[in-house]
């Protein structure tokens, strides 16, 4: 129940979440923190993104992330917060976070389709 007593789930994001369409790799690295490791999308939106295969990187380090579309014909860079890390069943872990500026859909868009 929310505070005015519905039972409307409350919305967390700002921003909808998608899942690319394809297999869409990234490349973490925050060099004062020795963090240099690929991983892959998981989900994106204009404001961040679920990151799988990451290692465990404390909240709110501040990462470079190497976004590159699936066919490899685009590739964006872009800082972001971590906001959460959960351990997956691969081993790995999954993170989530919000970038540091707002996507444009002209840059959010090599990413869905």
């Known amino acids: ?5 519905s039972s409307r789930r409350k919305v967390r994001r700002a921003s909808v979440r998608c899942a690319p369409f394809r297999l869409t790799p ?11 490791t690929s991983a892959w999308v998981y989900n994106i ?7 799988l295969g990451s290692p465990w990187i404390a909240p709110d380090t501040i990462l470079t ?11 964006l860079s872009v800082e972001m917060q971590v906001t959460r890390i959960e351990a997956a069943k691969t081993g790995n872990h999954y993170l989530g976070g919000q970038f540091t500026r707002r996507l444009s859909y002209e840059e959010l868009l090599p990413f869905l389709i």
């Open 26 to 36: 990234c490349y973490l690295s925050s060099p004062s923190q020795g963090i240099a």
């Open 45 to 51: 939106s204009a404001v961040g993104a679920g990151i």
């Open 65 to 75: 992330v190497e976004l590159i579309n699936a066919g490899h014909t685009y590739a």
């Open 1 to 5: 129940m929310t505070s005015d007593g």
